[in-house]
C-alpha cells in the first residue's frame, strides 16, 4: 500500500511548477513590452480571478474527498457522462499533451543553441521526456523530491534575477527613459487581460493528487493560495527587473520570440544568457513533470466511472496510472519526433486546446452553484462559498478569456480548430456512452457514491494492480 503523503510544500511545488511554463516567461516579457509596468495590474486581477477557480475546485474536492480523478467525478456529479468526458479528455488530454510538446520543444531549442550547438534538438527533448517518464513510473516519492528540487532552484533563480535587476545591479546598461507602450490606460488592461491569464492558469493540478495529501481539507485550498501569491509576486519581481534593461518594444515584438532570454543577456550577458537558459530547462521540467502526474490520475478517475477503458484505471506496483502515464509520454514523444512542435501551427492548436481548458473552468464553476443547489446540506468551506460572487465572476471572466484569446483571423482560426478537436471527443463520447456501456448521456452520479469506504476502495484496488510492472 502507498503509505507516501505529500507535504503543503510538495502541494505548493506542484502547483507552481505546472504554472511556470517556458512560454510563461515569454508571456511575462511581451505583457511588460505592450503595458509597461502596469501589466503588474492585470496580472493581479487574473490572479484573483484564478484564486476563484481555486476555490471552486477547493468546495468540490470537500464535497466528494475520495474522487480519485477529481475533475472527472466533479463533473459527472454536476452534469452525468457526455460533460464530463468531453470537458477532461479535451481540458486535460489533448491540452496537456501539447502543451508538454511545446514545452519541451522550446527547452530543447534553446539548450541545444545554449550548451549542444551540434546536437538535434528533438534529441535533447525525448530525454527529457524519458527522464520525467521515468521519475512518474517510479510513483509518488520519486516525483515529489524531483518537484521539490526543481521549483526550489526555479522559483530562487527567477526571484533572484529580479532582485539583480530592479535594483539595477546588472553589468548591463540599465535603460532610463522607457519607449511609448503599445497598449495604455484601462482599454490596454483588459486587452492584455488574456495575455496576464497565462501566467496563473492549472492551480488545479493539486486536485488529482489531493488524497495524497497530509491534511488535503487545509492543503488544497492553501496550496493554491499560496502558490498564485507566491508566483504574483515573484513574476511581478522579474518583469519590473526587464523594464530596466529592454526596451519596452524588443520586449513586446522580440526578433528571437524569447524576450525573457534577450532580458537575462542585456543584464548580465554570457552569465545571464546561461543562467536564463538553465530557467527554461527547469520550467519545462517542473510543467512535464507535473503533467505527467496529474492527467493520469484524471484519466484513472474517468475508468473508475466508466468513461474511459478498464486499463486506464489499472496500477503498476508503484501505485501509479500507467496507462494514462504510457499515453501521454508515447503522444508527446510522436509530436516531437514528427517536428510537430516546431512548426508555425503548433502555436494556433495550443491556443485552441487552451479554449478547452477555459470550458473546464466554466463548467467546474457551474458544477458548484448547481451543486449548492442540489445538496444545500452537504459539507463545504461555509467561509469561502460568498454568495456565489466568486463563481459567477469567475464564468464571466472565462468567457472573456476565451473571447480575447487572440485578434481578427486569429482567433477565427483558434476557434475552428477549438470546433474540430470538440467535434471529436464529442464524438467519442456519444459513441462510448451510447452504445460501449450503454448509460445516459446528462444523468448526474449522485453524490453519495462518491463517498467510498476506505477498506471497500483498498481492495477494489488491489484487485487491479498490477504488481508485476
Not at 166 to 186: C, D, N, R, Y
Not at 191 to 206: D, H, K, P, R, T
Request: neutral net charge; contains cysteine; glycine residues 8%.
Amino acid at each position: 500500500m502507498n503509505t507516501k503523503k505529500l507535504s503543503l510544500f510538495s502541494s505548493v511545488a506542484i502547483c507552481v511548477g505546472l504554472i511556470v511554463a517556458t512560454s510563461c516567461l515569454s508571456s511575462l516579457g511581451s505583457g511588460i513590452g505592450s503595458l509597461g509596468r502596469a501589466f503588474i495590474v492585470p496580472m493581479f486581477f487574473v490572479m484573483i480571478l484564478n484564486m476563484f477557480v481555486g476555490i471552486s475546485f477547493g468546495e468540490l474536492n470537500r464535497l466528494m474527498p475520495n474522487a480519485s480523478g477529481g475533475t472527472s467525478q466533479y463533473l459527472m456529479v454536476g452534469f452525468g457522462s457526455f460533460v464530463s468526458i468531453t470537458a477532461n479528455l479535451a481540458a486535460y488530454v489533448v491540452t496537456m499533451a501539447l502543451t508538454m510538446t511545446a514545452e519541451l520543444a522550446m527547452c530543447g531549442i534553446v539548450l541545444r543553441n545554449l550548451f549542444f550547438p551540434s546536437v538535434d534538438a528533438r534529441i535533447i527533448s525525448m530525454i527529457i521526456l524519458l527522464a520525467l517518464f521515468f521519475v512518474n513510473w517510479k510513483g509518488l516519492d520519486l516525483f515529489s523530491k524531483v518537484q521539490d528540487i526543481v521549483v526550489i532552484l526555479l522559483i530562487g533563480s527567477m526571484f533572484l534575477l529580479g532582485v539583480i535587476g530592479t535594483l539595477k545591479l546588472g553589468t548591463g546598461e540599465v535603460i532610463t527613459h522607457q519607449s511609448t507602450p503599445a497598449f495604455s490606460g484601462i482599454s490596454g488592461g483588459f486587452q492584455l487581460a488574456s495575455v496576464a491569464f497565462w501566467l496563473f492558469i492549472g492551480v488545479e493540478f493539486v486536485i488529482p493528487v489531493a488524497k495524497d495529501m497530509k491534511n488535503p481539507k487545509r492543503d488544497v485550498i492553501l496550496s493554491i493560495a499560496i502558490g498564485l501569491a507566491l508566483l504574483f509576486s515573484v513574476q511581478s519581481l522579474l518583469g519590473n527587473a526587464m523594464a530596466n534593461y529592454v526596451d519596452y518594444a524588443i520586449l513586446a515584438d522580440d526578433p528571437t520570440g524569447t524576450p525573457h532570454m534577450t532580458f537575462a543577456t542585456n543584464m548580465l550577458g554570457g552569465l545571464g544568457k546561461a543562467w536564463m537558459g538553465i530557467i527554461t530547462m527547469l520550467a519545462a521540467v517542473s510543467t512535464v513533470n507535473s503533467m505527467f502526474a496529474a492527467p493520469p490520475r484524471i484519466m484513472q478517475g474517468m475508468a473508475e466511472d466508466g468513461n474511459l477503458p478498464t486499463i486506464f484505471y489499472k496500477e503498476n506496483k508503484n501505485h501509479v496510472a500507467f496507462a494514462g502515464l504510457t499515453l501521454m509520454a508515447v503522444v508527446t514523444a510522436g509530436f516531437i519526433i514528427s517536428n510537430l512542435a516546431v512548426s508555425n501551427g503548433i502555436s494556433f492548436v495550443v491556443l485552441a486546446a487552451s479554449c478547452l481548458w477555459l470550458i473546464d473552468y466554466i463548467l467546474i464553476h457551474g458544477a458548484v452553484l448547481v451543486l449548492r443547489k442540489r445538496y444545500p446540506n452537504a459539507e463545504r468551506n461555509k467561509f469561502l462559498t460568498l454568495g456565489g460572487i466568486p463563481q459567477i465572476i469567475g464564468i464571466i471572466g472565462n468567457i472573456y478569456m476565451i473571447y480575447a484569446i487572440d485578434v481578427g483571423e486569429s482567433r477565427i482560426l483558434i476557434y475552428k480548430i477549438s470546433v474540430a478537436i470538440l467535434a471529436v471527443i464529442i464524438a467519442y463520447a456519444i459513441i462510448w456512452c451510447k452504445f460501449v456501456v450503454k448509460k445516459p448521456l446528462f444523468k448526474p452520479m449522485k453524490l453519495g457514491n462518491m463517498d467510498v469506504e476506505e477498506e471497500t476502495e483498498k481492495a477494489t484496488r488491489e484487485d487491479v494492480v498490477w504488481e508485476t510492472l
